[in-house]
């Protein structure tokens, strides 16, 4: 069975930082297409940022680009998502996405609030 657990949600001022983790398990993880989602209330699901499955190729949304980081470690099996210079427009649920073989895995999502 497949779990995607994420963690490092929160309440962080504006211009703080936050570092979500996903631990996945169950999955060839080394050959999984990763990726960071969010939804804000009212809005669809987004993408935030995807990594390959080797790490060295990584995509993010304009709004994100230059203040978020995507990594991943196959070792560990684990995805991270290093968030700076957070703003209010940021607050939503994050989700972990793994997809391998055209099946789409996602985690249960971890809320960040962003506000002073």
């Known amino acids: 069975q497949v779990q995607l657990v994420e963690s490092g949600g929160g309440l962080v001022q504006p211009g703080g930082s936050l570092r979500l983790s996903c631990a996945a398990s169950?999955?060839?993880?080394?050959?999984?297409?990763t990726g960071w989602y969010r939804q804000a209330p009212g809005k669809q699901r987004e993408l935030v940022a995807t990594v390959s499955s080797t790490g060295g190729s990584k995509n993010y949304a304009d709004s994100v680009k230059g203040r978020f980081t995507i990594s991943r470690d196959n070792a560990e099996r684990t995805v991270s998502l290093q968030m700076n210079s957070l703003k209010p427009e940021d607050t939503g649920v994050y989700y972990c996405?793994?997809?391998?073989?055209?099946?789409?895995?996602w985690g249960q999502g971890t809320q960040v609030t962003v506000s002073s």
């Open positions: 169950g999955i060839l993880f080394r050959f999984t297409v």
């Open positions: 996405r793994a997809t391998l073989n055209a099946a789409d895995y």
